[in-house]
Antibody, heavy 127, light 107 residues
Framework: QVQLQESGPGVVKPSETLSLTCIVS??????????WGWTRQPPGKGLEWIGN???????YYNPSLKSRATISVDTSRNQFSLKLSSVTAADTAVYYC???????????????????WGQGTLVTVSS | EVVLTQSPGTLSLSLGERATLSCRAS???????LAWYQQKPGQAPRLLIY???TRPTGIPDRFSGSGSGTDFTLTISRLEPEDFAVYYC????????FGPGTKVDIK
């Protein structure tokens, strides 16, 4: 059973960069049938997809966050990370990491639904 | 961007009743790449349905998904106590987007 665990600071100052890591256990991050991703949820609100990465380094980002988000993978440590720059109070949320499946169409494959999720970590943007 | 709309916003039902949740897309969802999630307070989302109608291993068969193109439905055949939660649809045919959610609460 794959398990994911988010880690990182619980408080980030405005204009700084939010950095989170997701440690994967019980399975290899180098799986060729999995994408690894981040989703967030502001307090009391709905879910917002941030982006996904394949173990090879291919990335997919929410267009609304693409200019500020960077997702990277470290296969040697079986973990992947999120950096979100120039944060504001609007970035306060619970951040989840997840393992997504693969959807293929016309010979090209993309991330699909998130099958395994971390418990989530609350990041508050505040001075 | 594919925008998802879910209705109703809140559904109030009794134990044992049938729940029908709707998800409508602003444009056709490629290859019916539509998923449904359940989320309870303080918990991560749980994948219930992918590919519009396929249940992952371990999901009870009282949950079923249907639909194609722009209109999709999640049906819970008989509500159990643990089914009262918020349900989100998500499309992954063009990037990934979530709907705003439907809350199923006890009548």
């Amino acid at each position: 059973q794959v398990q994911l665990q988010e880690s990182g600071p619980g408080v980030v100052k405005p204009s700084e960069t939010l950095s989170l890591t997701c440690i994967v256990s019980g399975g290899s991050i180098s799986s060729d049938v999995s994408y690894w991703g981040w989703t967030r949820q502001p307090p009391g609100k709905g879910l917002e997809w941030i982006g996904n990465i394949f173990y090879s380094g291919s990335t997919y980002y929410n267009p609304s966050l693409k200019s500020r988000a960077t997702i990277s993978v470290d296969t040697s440590r079986n973990q992947f990370s999120l950096k979100l720059s120039s944060v504001t109070a609007a970035d306060t949320a619970v951040y989840y990491c997840a393992r997504h499946g693969t959807a293929c169409s016309g010979g090209t494959c993309y991330p699909s639904g998130g099958r395994y999720w971390g418990q989530g970590t609350l990041v508050t943007v505040s001075s | 961007e594919v925008v998802l709309t879910q209705s109703p916003g809140t559904l109030s039902l009794s134990l044992g009743e049938r729940a029908t949740l709707s998800c409508r897309a602003s444009q056709s969802v490629g290859s019916n790449y539509l998923a449904w999630y359940q989320q309870k307070p303080g918990q991560a989302p749980r994948l219930l349905i992918y590919g519009a109608s396929t249940r992952p291993t371990g999901i009870p068969d009282r949950f079923s998904g249907s639909g194609s193109g722009t209109d999709f439905t999640l049906t819970i055949s008989r509500l159990e106590p643990e089914d009262f939660a918020v349900y989100y649809c998500q499309q992954y045919g063009s990037f990934l987007t979530f709907g705003p959610g439907t809350k199923v609460d006890i009548k």
